[in-house]
């Protein structure tokens, strides 16, 4: 690939911010957009300035770098540098109202509490809880998709007549979108018949999309919220900072009736990640790095934290696909901390104010990793276990039939561009099917727009409306006995997409389209450097 004209490094710069970011845009390793820029002798894209005049306001009136920096999205030891810059570097002589109100917040707790903590004594109206300490909590907002008609029979026999609070019930249909049988067309007619009864009006039919891209996406749930869902991916919601996890229909029913529920607090794992993503790698290798090394059982009932520079350079997108996939480790909650991408994310998204929640710079975690992924290759979870994961050179000649780009997990527009780049100009293989299932009407839009649906469509692959699609095993994909399937989805465990004889492997959008063209499980750098050189 030439390198761009000045005029178009800016544009990309102005567009996509980061030099990670343009590389992924472009398909070019990061120290090569580096290197143009410095050629060309144009600055690393830095935030809008903050003048001393605000950075002093923020310090006499807080303090502390932590809670100014919160101030404008941005960590305590940024906060610290912009201080250091303006040379404000004592303390305020005088204490101002929002430094009285924290101190005396501070002074009655311990102090060392996790997001999760912090969050879950919010909602059960306490200053502080305690790891292993049973709290009840009314949730900000809770989520049924199809498997609504289950949580409908049970709030009938409870004998309740009317909901908790419609306002707060959205339920999405997804999982059998279109439906596939009598059985699912009869339980998506009671649903409808329900919603129009007790006037839920966050009810979006067949044509909406995957459940938990639409509850982020519409603003369902924001920055230090509490969400149940009753889908085990409900954890997904943590990329913005929120707290979500997954329960039962029973336990549904009862919150749809009370209002109420009751939770253990959990244990904490904060995990670091180190070094840069290198060529063809994606937040879905990171998480399946992790999830091989935790295992499945590694966070069970846990809340788990990330952190580093490569999560803070991620999407909301990205770290949609940290958050949901904690789900297979075993995590109760998965959060990426609120900041600056997060802000961004929902400037134009959300109406509503909400309030961000950061743990303790002392916060008592049960255990704390770190990965250093500047060399990590693509990640491969191999039948029938998610954390069966191998790097994508291990595997030889695996011959695949099916190839899945979709799912909660890896449908959003940017997993859409990765493979459409991939793809551009070929034909995958011919002993190969590949099924594109954009995750929301939305993203599906966005792609028709930018021409990544008449890429996918030239390349002989079949798009299919959002929803789960064949993720479930329902409809839309299943397998027949003795396929092979590699799949951007969350879990590939025995029929879990068919025939009980079918295996399925998890990869990233790349190492999908990659596969696709070769009809083989396929390293994806082997044709993103073809791309780069041009």
Known sequence: MKAPKKEELLRLQ????????????????????????????????????????????????????????AELSISPSAFYKWRKKHNIKDKPKVLKMAQLELSFAQSSSSGSLTIAQKILARKAGKSKVEVGEIVEVEPDVVMSHDNAGLVIKQFKNIGVSKVWNPNKIVIPLDHRAPAESEKTANAHHQIRLFVKDQKIKNFYDINEGICHQVMVEKAHILPGELALGTDSHTTSYGCIGALSTGIGATEMAGIWALGKLWLKVPESIKIVFLGRLPLGVYAKDVILLVIKNLTSEGASYKSVEFYGEVVSEMSVSER?????????????????????VTKRFLRNSSKRSYQPVW??????????????????????????????????????????????????????LDDLEIAARILKGKRIHPDTRMLVL????????????????????????????????????????????????????????KGRM?????????????????????????????????????
């Open 320 to 340: 949609f696909t940290l958050s949901n996939l904690s789900m297979e480790m075993g995590a109760k909650f998965a959060i990426v901390p609120f900041d600056k």
């Open 14 to 69: 102005k567009k996509y911010k980061t030099d990670r970011k343009i590389a992924q845009a472009i398909g070019v390793p990061q120290y090569l957009v580096k290197y143009w820029r410095r050629k060309k002798r144009i600055d690393n894209f830095s935030e809008t300035k903050y003048t001393e005049e605000k950075i002093r306001d923020l310090w006499e009136r807080y303090g502390n770098d932590r809670d100014a920096g």
């Open 498 to 534: 068919g025939s009980s004889q079918s295996e399925v492997y998890l990869a990233s959008p790349a190492t999908a389209a990659a596969t696709a063209l070769k009809g083989k499980i396929a390293d994806p750098r082997d044709f993103l450097k073809k791309i780069w050189r041009g």
């Open 359 to 412: 743990a303790d710079k002392i916060a008592g975690y049960e255990n704390e990793y770190e990965f250093n992924i500047s060399k990590l290759a693509p990640q491969i979870a191999c039948p029938h276990s998610v954390d069966n994961v191998k790097d994508v050179e291990e595997l030889g000649d695996v011959k695949i039939d099916q190839v899945v780009l979709g799912s909660c997990t890896n449908g959003r």
């Open 438 to 493: 954009p995750c929301s009407k939305a993203v599906y839009l966005e792609a028709l727009k930018k021409g990544i649906i008449r890429i996918f469509l030239e390349s002989d692959c079949v798009v299919l409306n959002p929803g789960c699609g064949p993720c479930l095993g329902a409809h839309e994909g299943i397998l027949a006995e003795g396929e092979r399937c590699l799949a951007t989805t969350n879990r590939n465990f």
